[in-house]
C-alpha cells in the first residue's frame, strides 16, 4: 500500500510539502506520481514520473510544484510553493505494485487553501 501525509489548511501563496509512503521497497512497489481530486471535478494527475525517468506536471502547477523521491525510504514527495485556492483538493499518489503489475492508489491527504 501507499500512504500519503502532508496535508492541511494553508492560506494563499503559502506552501506545503506532502508525502507519499510504499508498504514495502522500491523492488516491489514503484510510486509513479501525484493526482489530485477537488469537489466534484475528475481526479488529474499533477506531477508523475515518466517511464524515462523524467518528470510531467500539469500546467496548473508547472513552476510552483515539484516532485522528488528518497529510494532508501520509497517515499515520493510533492513540493508545492504558492499554493492557490484553486490548488485546494484531496491529494493522492498511485504507485504499482511490480509483482502483481496492480495499481495502488492511496487514500489521499487533504489540502485546503484559504485566508
Not at 466534484?40 to 514520473?49: D, F, H, L
Not at 508545492?80 to 504499482?96: Q, S, V
Request: overall charge positive.
Amino acid at each position: 500500500q501507499v500512504v500519503e501525509s502532508g496535508g492541511g489548511l494553508v492560506q494563499p501563496g503559502g506552501s506545503l510539502r506532502l508525502s507519499c509512503t510504499a508498504s514495502a521497497t522500491v523492488f516491489r512497489i514503484k510510486i509513479m506520481g501525484w493526482h489530485r481530486q477537488a469537489p466534484g471535478k475528475q481526479s488529474e494527475p499533477i506531477a508523475v514520473y515518466t517511464n524515462s525517468g523524467g518528470t510531467n506536471f500539469a500546467a496548473a502547477v508547472k513552476g510552483r510544484f515539484t516532485i522528488s523521491r528518497d529510494n532508501a525510504k520509497n517515499t515520493v514527495y510533492l513540493q508545492m510553493n504558492n499554493l492557490k485556492p484553486e490548488d485546494a483538493a484531496n491529494y493522492f499518489c498511485i504507485a504499482r505494485d511490480l509483482r502483481t503489475n496492480r495499481d495502488l492508489w492511496g487514500q489521499g491527504t487533504q489540502v485546503t487553501v484559504s485566508s
